[in-house]
């Protein structure tokens, strides 16, 4: 069965690179998010999609992260002039429902995450 | 913005029921509370959902007493396959707030 799908699983940049992380997420879910990992500690909210619109980003640590899903499927994060405390696991997840106040109601599916290197 | 509290680690034996509480003294009307399964390297897994009082699936039951400023993840005869991080979600409208999570450790 198709699960959320991330790519690349590893990437290793040097600091002020770009980078795009990559999550395909399961086909007919309407809702998409990002998290960002720190080692040994809980996922933390970057963003959220419903379909192409995205209706939160207040958990983007800086201007340099962006994040897209022109179609409403695959969505992109991007990271602009990477800063070592960049590095982390960014994990996607995507949900069947919208939100109407309801998402509370609807399980999230992870990928297994892109572990992001910065050296 | 609801914040969850757990316990940083637990131990259990094979065989025992395994009892996970996490506070979340600010949740709202609309919150759920979600808890996952993550092993290393791997995205967290959904293990069960509920609002109020309790709910049972296959592998867990969530309780969730009336003022639900709290929720307890039970997880009934672990095997060595559940040593893992347990978070608990609780679900506020467009934000998402991961507890920090639970280490448990299953012993032979």
């Known amino acids: 069965g198709a699960g959320v799908s991330q790519s690349p699983r590893y990437k290793v940049a040097k600091r002020g690179q770009d980078v795009a992380l990559r999550c395909d997420p399961i086909?007919?879910?309407?809702?998409l998010f990002w998290y960002q990992q720190a080692l040994g500690q809980g996922p933390e909210f970057l963003t959220y999609?419903?379909?192409?619109?995205?209706?939160?980003k207040s958990g983007l640590p800086s201007d340099r992260f962006f994040a897209e899903r022109p179609e409403g499927s695959v969505s992109t994060l991007k990271i602009q002039r990477t800063q070592q405390e960049d590095s982390a696991v960014y994990l996607c997840?995507?949900?069947?429902?919208?939100?109407?106040?309801?998402?509370?109601?609807?399980?999230?599916?992870f990928g297994d995450g892109t572990r992001l290197s910065i050296l | 913005l609801a914040k969850t509290t757990q316990p940083i680690s637990m131990d259990s034996y094979e065989g025992q029921e395994v009892n996970i509480t996490c506070s979340h003294n600010?949740?709202?009307?609309?919150?759920?509370i979600t808890w996952y399964q993550q092993f290393p390297s791997q995205g967290p897994r959904f293990i069960i959902q509920?609002?109020?009082t309790k709910v049972t699936n296959e592998v867990a039951s969530l309780f969730i007493p009336a003022d639900r400023k709290s929720s307890t993840l039970s997880l009934p005869r672990v095997s060595l396959s559940d040593t893992a991080v347990y978070y608990c979600?609780?679900?506020?409208?467009?934000?998402?707030?991961f507890g920090p999570g639970t280490r448990l450790s299953v012993l032979p």
């Open positions: 997840a995507s949900s069947l429902g919208s939100w109407q106040g309801l998402l509370g109601n609807q399980p999230q599916h």
């Open positions: 086909s007919g879910h309407v809702s």
């Open positions: 999609f419903q379909n192409e619109a995205q209706l939160d």
């Open positions: 600010n949740i709202a009307t609309n919150d759920y």
């Open positions: 509920g609002y109020k």
């Open positions: 979600l609780v679900s506020s409208g467009q934000n998402f707030v």
